[in-house]
């Protein structure tokens, strides 16, 4: 069997330009296009890995700002329970310091008004019967008593100390001296002559007399000279009364305070 090299030649130079041809516009194209597309396959991978990993940083530091905020928000909570606590705390206290405080100045008050109520029916009550006493004496005041009145008061002049009489002397020598007789009732001339005559025997001169009628001497004579007094008269006997009466309430329990250093006549 011949062979034709020519032939064989001719085909052998086909296929190689059908090699080429396949390498020239199928292979390299197809390959390119595959390199592309897995070009572009791995980007796309590589860009989906990167917005995983971005999402999951995104996720993780969401959840660490969720994490700051749960944890923010347990110590806003904590500081708003320890402020409303103090809160409380703080107005329970003025609650009650005010209460505290009105209540006092209520018992002041009230202790304030009984004190009042007390003194004025103390004093309304003592009074009233001292008033009694005085008007009951002033009725039975007529000239034989006057005259009596006289004679006890010329009496006790008589009876007096030494050195009170002295005084008296001393104060009836001074110029211009005036002696004043003060009294409860209007003293008839007899009764003013005894008075008159028994303070010169005393006081051993004659001096000016001035008579007066004076309400809250009852039942006696104030004698004024000068700076000196000498009084005999039942508004003594009518103060022992009233005080008499005070003790008597007091020992009822019916006592108000007494200003500092204060006590009883």
């Known amino acids: 069997m011949q ?28 390959t390119r296009a595959m390199a592309k597309r897995e070009a572009r396959i791995e980007e796309r991978l590589a860009d989906a890995r990167k917005q995983r990993e971005e999402a999951e940083q995104e996720g993780r530091a969401l959840r660490e700002r969720q994490q700051d905020l749960d944890a923010r928000a347990e110590e806003v909570l904590a500081e708003a329970r320890r402020e409303a606590e103090a809160l409380r705390v703080r107005l329970e206290q003025d609650l009650r310091k005010e209460f505290d405080e009105k209540r006092s100045n209520w018992q002041e008050h009230l202790e ?7 003194r004025q029916l103390r004093k309304r009550m003592s009074d009233q019967v001292v008033k009694v006493v005085r008007r009951t004496l002033a009725d039975f005041a007529g000239t034989d008593l006057a005259v009596q009145i006289a004679n006890e008061f010329a009496r006790r002049l008589e009876t007096l100390e030494e050195d009170t009489k002295t005084r008296l002397r001393d104060a009836a020598t001074r110029p211009d001296s005036t002696a004043v007789f003060e009294s409860g009732i209007d003293l008839p001339d007899d009764a003013r002559n005894r008075i008159a005559q028994a303070v010169r025997d005393t006081l051993g001169t004659d001096i000016e007399f001035d008579y007066r009628t004076e309400e809250d001497v ?48």
Do not use: C, H
């Open 3 to 30: 062979l034709d090299w020519l032939t064989i030649t001719a085909q052998i130079a086909n296929f190689l330009v059908l090699i080429w041809l396949l390498q020239r516009f199928l292979y390299t194209p197809i």
């Open 112 to 118: 304030e008004e009984k004190t009042e109520l007390i």
């Open 218 to 265: 009852v039942l006696g004579i104030r004698l004024t000279l000068g700076e000196e007094t000498v009084e005999w008269s039942a508004g003594s006997y009518l103060k022992k009364l009233e005080n008499l009466v005070r003790d008597t309430l007091d020992a009822a329990g019916m006592s108000t305070p007494k200003p500092e250093g204060q006590t009883n006549g």
